[in-house]
């Protein structure tokens, strides 16, 4: 069974960066749409930004357009979600996810099958 690992979580000061990683062993991301999710304490499950399985199509919420970018590195098997220009409210745990159809592009939780254990991102000064 598919199984996911992020890391890259930690504490950084307003307008810092972070990039988080999610890599699997033994089964290509390449083959599964990849989302990263997010949860602060009190709110809801958020689709922050995901990418199709042919990397093609890419979705970013409007919180985070223009600062964040996720990518795929195919050598690596790995998915970065790239976050610039940080701020308070990006305070959350983030998820990564697998979505086995893969294509179109989705930011609905439900679409996806395979979450990771979640990293602590912590934006503070």
């Known amino acids: 069974q598919l199984q996911l690992v992020e890391s890259g979580g930690g504490l950084v000061q307003p307008g810092g960066s972070l990039t988080l990683s999610c890599t699997a062993s033994?089964?290509?991301?390449?083959?599964?749409?990849i989302g990263w999710f997010r949860q602060a304490p009190g709110k809801e499950r958020e689709g922050v930004s995901c990418i199709s399985s042919s990397a093609g199509s890419t979705y970013y919420a409007d919180s985070v357009k223009g600062r964040f970018t996720i990518s795929r590195d195919h050598a690596e098997n790995t998915v970065y979600l790239q976050m610039n220009s940080l701020k308070p409210e990006d305070t959350a745990v983030y998820y990564c996810?697998?979505?086995?159809?893969?294509?179109?592009?989705?930011?609905?939780?439900?679409?996806?099958?395979?979450w990771g254990q979640g990293t602590q991102v912590t934006v503070s000064s």
């Open positions: 033994g089964f290509p991301l390449d083959d599964y749409g």
């Open positions: 996810a697998a979505d086995p159809t893969g294509w179109p592009v989705t930011s609905s939780a439900y679409d996806y099958d395979y």
